[in-house]
Nanobody, 114 residues
Framework: QVQLVESGGGLVQAGGSLRLSCAAS????????IGWYRQAPGKQREWVAY???????VYTDSVKGRFTISRHNAKNTVYLQMNSLKPEDTAVYYC????????WGQGTQVTVSS
């Protein structure tokens, strides 16, 4: 069973940047597409971006041009570089396979102030 640990969240002003990390343990995630998801207060969890096994990346429209997802298979880690952050990006961010297969981790809180 793969365990996922997200980190790197925090409080940032609008227009700022954060870099999230997702570290997997228990098994390699090399065979899987890996995604970042987020859940804002009172809303359902939504998909944000994913990176396929071959490195192809796909983003939801609201983050295109601002977020960049990448993976480092040797480190069993996936990153999400978030630039030009907006208050509407405020959420708890999670990683998982895409589509999700494993138990969800604790997530990391991202708060963007206006």
């Amino acid at each position: 069973q793969v365990q996922l640990v997200e980190s790197g969240g925090g409080l940032v002003q609008a227009g700022g940047s954060l870099r999230l990390s997702c570290a997997a343990s228990g098994s390699s995630f090399r065979p899987y597409a890996i995604g970042w998801y987020r859940q804002a207060p009172g809303k359902q969890r939504e998909w944000v971006a994913y990176v396929a096994t071959g490195g192809v990346t796909v983003y939801t429209d609201s983050v295109k041009g601002r977020f960049t997802i990448s993976r480092h298979n040797a480190k069993n880690t996936v990153y999400l570089q978030m630039n030009s952050l907006k208050p509407e990006d405020t959420a708890v961010y999670y990683c998982n396979t895409f589509p999700s297969r494993f138990l969800w981790g604790q997530g990391t809180q991202v708060t963007v102030s206006s």
